[in-house]
């Protein structure tokens, strides 16, 4: 069964990373994805661009923005997709260790 990790953030920390710090959270998520990789569980990721890159299309209106719709407090800043037995097996995914704590949606 295919489950979506939504992983959020507040987006002002994450580019206020370092260049290293950002390399050692990257090194981590690769780590959980070889693992995934390796038992045949992962499907596509994205790791997704600042909102300031963000394009909104109002198709009711007929109007393309720039930068997101709605503003929040935490940002989307990626995905995966994983291939797992049932909602508890991607829970379990969803709950491995997590680098600096970023929230993890299904």
């Not at 300031?52 to 989307?76: H, S």
């Amino acid at each position: 069964m295919l489950y979506a990790i939504l992983c959020y953030h507040s987006e002002a920390v994450v580019t206020g990373w370092t260049r290293e710090e950002d390399d050692a959270v990257m090194a981590k998520l690769h780590v959980v994805h070889e693992k995934l990789a390796r038992n045949g569980q992962l499907g596509p990721t994205a790791r997704l661009h600042p909102t300031q890159a963000a394009t909104t299309l109002l198709k009711n209106q007929g109007r393309v923005i720039d930068g997101p719709y709605a503003e929040t407090k935490e940002q989307l800043l990626g995905f995966y997709v994983i291939d797992v037995a049932d909602r508890e097996a991607a829970l379990e995914v969803a709950r491995d260790p997590d680098p600096r704590q970023s929230r993890r949606r299904l």
